[in-house]
């Protein structure tokens, strides 16, 4: 089955610096690649993703950008503030069948 | 839209007891909806995959006599924890996916589940 690996697990950036997290993923007929931000005590909240036919997304602040040969796909949040702060979680799956999430970056945005 | 409803958001219940938890899809039909569970700083583990009008899919290593899923029509799942003990603590999250399989899912905001 696949596995989903996430780094870091923590992040602390000064407001205004990008923010860089990156994944792996072991199934190569995964092709859909969502970021889910939580913030404490809510569901997973989805902010950007990626199907495999495209190599990178960008919406606004936040861009995406995914390597099908070396399986990896990373968020990228520009000029963090700190309503950025939460856990990122990245996922991987085929379409239709359940995510398999890696295990979470938390990320701290100081003013 | 694309909004998922989870409830209770939370539920303080004692050992020995069932409880349930409703999830729906508020303005969109949902064919297939997914059932996870998150302990406090951990990532989403799949519990159970659940499809209208069919039996649920669970994980191994997750028992469906305990843990039992109903999913009666296109807007509406159970999870129903039956015998609960203290180690069923947890934050458990349902999502659902729009009818077409090619949608991004949509998660509810978890119900936080306390067994004393």
């Known amino acids: 089955g696949e596995n989903v690996e996430q780094h870091p697990s923590t992040l602390s950036v000064q407001e205004g610096d990008s923010a860089v997290i990156k994944c792996t993923y072991s199934d190569s007929a995964s092709n859909y690649f969502p970021w889910y931000k939580q913030e404490l005590g809510k569901g997973p909240q989805l902010i950007i993703d990626?199907?495999?036919?495209?190599g990178e997304k960008k919406d606004q602040r936040i861009a995406v950008t995914l390597n099908k040969t070396a399986k990896h796909f990373s968020l990228h949040i520009t000029e963090t503030q700190p309503e950025d702060s939460a856990v990122y979680f990245c996922?991987?799956?085929?379409?239709?069948?359940?995510?398999?999430f890696g295990k979470g970056t938390t990320l701290s945005v100081s003013s | 839209g694309a909004v998922v409803s989870q409830h209770p958001s939370w539920v303080i219940c004692k050992s020995g007891t069932s409880v349930k938890i409703e999830c729906r899809s508020l303005?969109?039909?949902?064919?297939?909806m997914f059932w996870y569970r998150q302990f406090p700083k951990q990532s989403l583990m799949l519990m159970a995959t659940?499809?209208?009008?069919?039996?649920?899919?669970?994980e191994q290593g997750v028992e469906k006599d305990k843990f039992l899923i109903n999913h009666a029509s296109l807007t509406l799942s159970t999870l129903t924890v039956t015998s609960a003990h203290p180690e069923d603590s947890s934050f458990y999250i349902c999502?659902?996916?729009?009818?077409?399989?090619?949608?991004?899912?949509?998660f509810g905001n978890g119900t936080r589940l306390t067994v004393t």
């Open positions: 990626i199907r495999s036919n495209v």
């Open positions: 659940s499809n209208e009008g069919s039996k649920a899919t669970y």
């Open positions: 999502s659902a996916q729009r009818a077409g399989g090619n949608s991004p899912l949509h």
């Open positions: 996922a991987a799956s085929q379409a239709g069948t359940a995510l398999i």
């Open positions: 303005d969109f039909q949902a064919t297939t």
